[in-house]
């Protein structure tokens, strides 16, 4: 990269725009030159707001600062939301032909959060429609591409988000996560996310008092770039009745001090790797391997790090949780199914809404009793484990033409998301995940990460161990994609 602004991580470009090393105008010219001349390779942000009105509210920005009105650590921020949530004034598609004119009105708790500190919304990141299937691909839009090869997918539903920010047009994003949405783009893009644990950061776009699965969260370059997005994200706020207070240790975060907050001596933490679930999940070749040689990089700061048995048998996880409450939660989609315009929504959406009108109220109930069943059972391996670790994915990214792949390893896919099955066990579990890079590997030497599975509710400690990690490896800086 030629721009070093955009080079510039978002704890150095903050530091930067207060201390006056340069200005938001400056900032908000040097973004927008860089996404002119990436963005049309590989489509991650897909819908832009004038420019002229940008450099003019960046403008505004400098006004403010040179006053003496700091908004906050994002000050001056060029910040592209995921297309799934609203933003005020600026069109927001969910990835939908049904939604492809719609023009919000209020923006969403993370967007107001977001400006609350200072960003500047530029426009909105690729996703598929409504967030179903990683591949961010839709009707509207079409397919994002990957930043270490424009022809494969970043995954998804995420995905527009993960490769602005591996291509460095934005320095952090935000994204949403219920099947890897978060974690498999980050682990395809070769940069970091994290997945809170429920109730972390305030999320879903209709506020409905029911336990979503789905949850929003940061990511971005680095550890500490991904920490103080998730400061400005987490929090409780009535409209959101299952949110809760933040960890004050994460609101205590800033620039100044939050690599230092996030050090910590990790010198015996221990680790089970649970890698592919006993052979349970097929993998593509390259896969284990690459993932395995990075959790051995964990012994480099003195973790312990053991192979552990499978606490769950991952088939009738399958049949008797995740699909029900899959189904379950897809009932959102009703609104758009009826009226006889489900014809203009993708097949995933449709199969996965039509799967809801199959269900009882009692199979659901029961999905949720076997939830429970297998919460208690994941609880169990942190009596003996800190950590457990996996791949963010059960193959590389694939040709972006293809909507999902067919078979890994010679093996059927039963459904269009049985692929990244290797995900949900924590969406389930409520765990707090951060994704690191785990380097690079396969036939075609593709990015793949490691999902950092901590206990609920324990999201500064997954941050302070994947800062330790990061430390040791640096993929990040060690593999800026070649555009």
């Not at 060029?78 to 939908?96: E, F, H």
């Not at 552990?308 to 009738?316: A, G, S, T």
Request: aromatic letters at 10%; a negative charge.
């Amino acid at each position: 990269m030629s721009n070093a602004v955009v080079e510039m991580t978002a704890v150095e470009l903050s530091k930067a725009i207060h201390a006056g090393k340069v200005s938001c105008r400056e900032v908000m010219a040097s973004y927008l030159d860089h996404i002119d001349k990436t963005n049309p390779r590989v489509n991650a942000i897909v819908t832009r707001v004038d420019g002229e009105a940008l450099l003019e509210e960046a403008g505004k920005k400098d006004a403010e600062l040179a006053s003496g009105r700091d908004n906050g650590w994002m000050h001056g921020f060029p910040q592209a939301v995921k297309d799934l949530v609203p933003t005020k004034g600026i069109r927001t598609t969910k990835g939908s032909l049904l939604l492809k004119d719609w023009i919000p009105d209020a923006d969403g708790a993370i967007v107001t959060a977001m400006k609350r500190d200072g960003a500047i919304i530029i426009g909105k990141t690729n996703t598929p429609e409504f967030g179903y299937g990683s591949q961010s691909y839709n009707e509207v839009f079409g397919a994002t591409g990957n930043p270490y090869d424009e022809n494969r997918t970043s995954g998804g539903s995420s995905g527009g988000a993960a490769c602005a920010v591996a291509l460095r047009m934005q320095a952090v994003a935000d994204g949403s996560d219920f099947m890897g949405s978060l974690r498999n783009p980050a682990g395809w893009c070769n940069i970091v996310s994290l997945r809170p644990s429920i109730g972390a950061v305030p999320s879903g776009g209709t506020e409905l008092f029911t336990n979503s699965m789905s949850t929003n969260g940061p990511m971005g370059r680095t550890v500490a770039d991904v920490a103080l997005l998730f400061a400005t994200m987490a929090g409780y706020d009535a409209k959101f009745p299952l949110s809760r207070e933040a960890d004050p240790r994460v609101k205590a975060l800033t620039p100044a001090n939050v690599r230092e907050a996030l050090k910590k001596d990790q010198k015996g933490v221990r680790v089970g790797w649970i890698g592919d679930w006993g052979g349970a999940l097929p993998t593509e070749p390259g896969v284990m391997e690459t993932c395995r040689a990075a959790v051995e990089r964990m012994k480099d700061f003195g973790a312990v790090v053991e192979d552990i048995e499978p606490f769950y048998n991952m088939n009738e996880f399958w049949e008797t949780i995740w699909l029900p409450i899959r189904h379950y939660c897809a009932s959102s989609l009703k609104p758009w199914y009826d009226k006889c315009r489900q014809n203009l929504m993708k097949p995933e959406s449709r199969w996965e809404y039509e799967g809801s009108l199959t269900m009882s109220a009692q199979e659901v109930y029961r999905a949720f009793e076997k939830r429970t069943e297998f919460y208690h059972s994941m609880l169990r391996v942190y009596d003996d484990y800190d950590y457990i670790v996996s791949p963010t994915a059960c193959c590389f990214p694939f040709d972006k033409s293809v909507h999902w792949p067919e078979a890994i390893d010679g093996t059927p896919m039963r459904t269009y998301h049985n692929w990244m099955e290797i995900v949900t066990p924590w969406t389930m579990g409520g765990n707090a995940v951060c994704t690191v890079p785990a380097g690079f590997g396969g036939a075609n030497r593709l990015s793949i990460g490691l999902q950092l599975v901590a206990a609920p509710h324990r999201e500064f400690e997954a941050l302070q161990f994947a800062s330790a990690y990061e430390a040791v490896t640096g993929f990040v800086d060690k593999f800026p994609p070649e555009f």
